[in-house]
């Protein structure tokens, strides 16, 4: 595959280099030496992809809350407050998903949006979640249900939203929270659906308890940090 091309939203890099990308981050020996080492510069794996924070699968305990810490977005006090006070919404979001469904299942089916569009209502009310961004939430979300919700950051927004084609997502600064995530999930799905041999390949290059949903991200996060836009 080293001649193809794999596309994300609506920027595209060849397979080969993405390859790279995912078997670097995904290095836990290389990146346990990046951090013994001084300005060493370690990925977030297996820091974040295998937390430990003693919760069961609906449950957000505290240590859970402050997740996005290990992929460099740390919640100040009166976010981390605001997060403890929704916590009942995001445990019943959590109950409504189940462990083993994944985001493309769940955009065959319709059943995408409810949850996607929950969470979205919470980042839309700011008296809730003062502080908290859709950033720092997905990230903590994502933990809980890896092989569903997917992360977000402006990395990923640059490779999924764009003025005209081939961007899935035109930009709005209308749209709200709950009617861009869902719009995410579906063009995420779409991605992983039509290039399912692709994402494959990318796939069998993390550890098999990584999700081809974080992979994606992983892919997105190095693409999206590039200042040039696909044509």
Not at 20 to 43: C, L, M, S
Not at 171 to 195: H, I, V, Y
Not at 216 to 230: H, N, P, Q
Request: aromatic share 6%.
């Amino acid at each position: 595959m080293s001649g193809e091309t794999l596309r994300v939203g609506g920027r595209s890099e060849s397979v080969h280099q993405a390859v790279q990308w995912v078997q670097d981050y995904f290095d836990a020996e290389a990146n346990r030496a990046a951090a013994a080492v001084a300005k060493g510069r370690p990925y977030a794996f297996p820091a974040y992809d295998r937390m430990e924070t003693g919760s069961e699968p609906n449950e957000l305990n505290d240590g859970d809350l402050l997740a996005s810490v290990l992929l460099h977005v740390a919640p100040k006090l009166h976010s981390f407050l605001n997060l403890q006070a929704v916590r009942p919404d995001l445990k019943a979001v959590l109950a409504a998903i189940p462990p083993r469904l994944t985001l493309q299942d769940a955009v065959a089916s319709g059943g995408h949006a409810v949850p996607l569009r929950r969470i979205g209502d919470l980042l839309d009310s700011p008296a809730l979640l003062r502080g908290v961004g859709g950033t720092t939430l997905m990230k903590i979300m994502h933990h809980k249900r890896p092989l569903f919700l997917p992360l977000y950051d402006s990395r990923v927004y640059a490779c999924y939203c764009g003025p005209g084609s081939p961007y899935p997502i035109r930009p709005s600064s209308r749209r709200t929270w709950a009617q861009f995530l869902p719009l995410l999930g579906e063009a995420m799905a779409r991605d992983l659906d039509d290039q399912p041999d692709t994402w494959k390949v990318l796939k069998e290059c993390a550890p098999d308890d990584v999700s081809v949903l974080r992979v994606l991200d992983v892919v997105a996060w190095t693409l999206g940090s590039r200042k040039t836009r696909e044509p």
